[in-house]
């Protein structure tokens, strides 16, 4: 029996919460809040026709940027309710309900391996107590030789950057590229928000 992620027991005690998520981020962007920086910016660092997973996808907010922009998108979310909306608002692409820790995406027919696989949102803070390593050896298990993991999330969340640099090792990743903000301010001890691009060690 798999372990419940954060994200399923903040939702179990406010089972209102995936539907506020929902609604927060179609506010934002009827206001004509800016959504897509994490888009933008693992955009720029492909070819047109990349393949790309969305791990932790939630409503589709970036894959589904990212494949208006051209690219070959796969998300996966945890929460069955995100997946409904992603499938509601892009339902060309393909939404799979799973736990990152178990991903396996051969045993659901998607071939592999993947150019980029992000992973934003915040995402890396609501895993399973103790599965991070899991998560991101996983991750490793669906990238191509040259592909590369971008890692976004903020601190104070209770999962401590070095700590994540440490997973990252430990799942055979290597940092190649650390940044304060998706649109490239450098990292420095004093951030409060990481975007780290790893590739295999």
Not at 10 to 35: C, T, V
Not at 38 to 67: S, W
Not at 114 to 125: E, H, L, R, S
Not at 139 to 167: E, K, P, S, T
Request: with cysteine; proline share 5%.
């Amino acid at each position: 029996m798999r372990n419940e992620t954060l994200w399923e027991a903040k939702k179990r005690q406010n089972p209102e919460h995936s539907a506020w998520y929902i609604s927060r981020f179609e506010a934002m962007r009827e206001q004509g809040q800016d959504l897509d920086g994490e888009a933008r910016l693992i955009d720029a660092m492909l070819p047109r026709g990349a393949r790309i997973l969305d791990a932790g996808c939630g409503p589709g907010r970036v894959g589904g940027e990212l494949a208006r922009r051209g690219h070959t998108v796969v998300g996966v979310d945890v929460d069955p309710e995100l997946i409904d909306a992603a499938r509601h608002d892009f339902p060309d692409l393909q939404w799979f309900v799973g736990d990152l820790a178990e991903l396996d995406l051969p045993a659901e027919g998607v071939p592999e391996p993947f150019d980029v696989i992000v992973c934003a949102g915040n995402v890396m803070t609501f895993l399973a107590p103790g599965t991070a390593v899991d998560v991101l050896t996983r991750m490793r298990g669906h990238l191509a030789a040259d592909g590369r993991i971008v890692v976004g999330f903020g601190g104070n969340r209770g999962y401590a950057f070095q700590a994540f640099f440490d997973d990252a090792a430990a799942a055979g990743l290597e940092v190649q590229q650390r940044f304060s903000t998706w649109d490239l301010r450098p990292f420095t001890p004093e951030s409060d928000f990481l975007v780290a691009v790893l590739g295999r060690a």
